[in-house]
């Protein structure tokens, strides 16, 4: 076991949220990303314990110099990874919520106090909202609508994820003290995705309609890793939880799994691993459409063009961009904004 040293001002009384930051090696990110969307948040009370998860760059020394009563740093000396290193984040926090945020994502500045509201209204335990995924240079590639909370495990089940992974849940710390936390196991977005499904067959949830936070997309993301680590972490997760699925559920599955892996990597320019992972959804689902989108990888972005143009619609309707008003979107369906949200130039 390493030892955790918790360093930093300690507030007097308990904050209403904890904001749980995992990090390393990233101070330059940490900085104007994730610390940045925590301590701008309006009307709330809340401490940062951000989780220095063996990081060897400036991090730990730059945290602690901020010199504000509001940030504490967890330490350890060696990488646990990022589940171990959210409970760690847990274990230390104060606040009655927590509210778990990526270094390398944004929050519009009423983020956790719309949050909080709409988690009271419903008398929810946790509470997710509308997110958009941002390139590099901060501009939006697509917003995704909220599942609902109605029957959120099933339609978690079945394989539809709450956008934004972990930096869009805030949940409270009993709930995440109840279910046990992340699992250590897995990786990639997935250890977000079961916690999820633990908590909610544990407590009732909450969406909002708002836009409170921006996945960040850039050559670092965890999505971006080995597709074979991604798809063994996958699979662990698939034999945690066999009996909603059958056989043919399973595969189905998978293959979305390596379809959306799949467009995270083409999305990054890595078209040999979107080659691969298209290829091998095909095949698991017997979907030529799935080959052919793997095939033009090679052929460059005109080449994706035309396998576009060629794939079915029946394929494509999972990504169907339907105006902000359309009120019958699908759990998890991208959707096209009017404008995008002024929160995002903060970062800019």
Known sequence: MQNELVEGPVQQTNPEVT??????????????????????????????????????????????????????????????????????????ARGEWIAFLDDDDVWAPNKLRAQLDAAARAAADFVYSVAVHLDEDLRVIAAFAPPSAMGLRATLVSGTPIAAGASNVMARRRLVERVGGFDPQLVGGVEDHECWLRMAAAAPAAATEDILVGYVQHAGSIHLRDAAELFTAFRKYARKYPAPLDVLGIRRHEARYLHWCAGQQRRAGNRLQAMSLYLRAAVLLRRPSYAVKGLVQLAGERGQRLGRAVVPLRDRRSAAMLPASSGNRRPGEQFQLESEPEWIDLYR
Do not use: K
Not at 25 to 43: D, I, K, P, S, V
Not at 65 to 83: M, T
């Open 19 to 92: 904001v749980v930051i995992p990090t390393r090696n990233r101070w330059a990110t940490l900085e104007a990303y994730g610390l940045a969307a925590a301590l701008c948040q309006e009307g709330v009370d809340l401490e940062v314990v951000v989780v220095d998860d063996g990081s060897t760059d400036e991090t730990a020394r730059r945290v602690a110099a901020l010199g504000d009563s509001r940030v504490r740093i967890v330490r350890h000396e060696h990488g646990n990874g990022v589940a171990r290193a959210r409970n760690a984040g847990v274990a230390a």
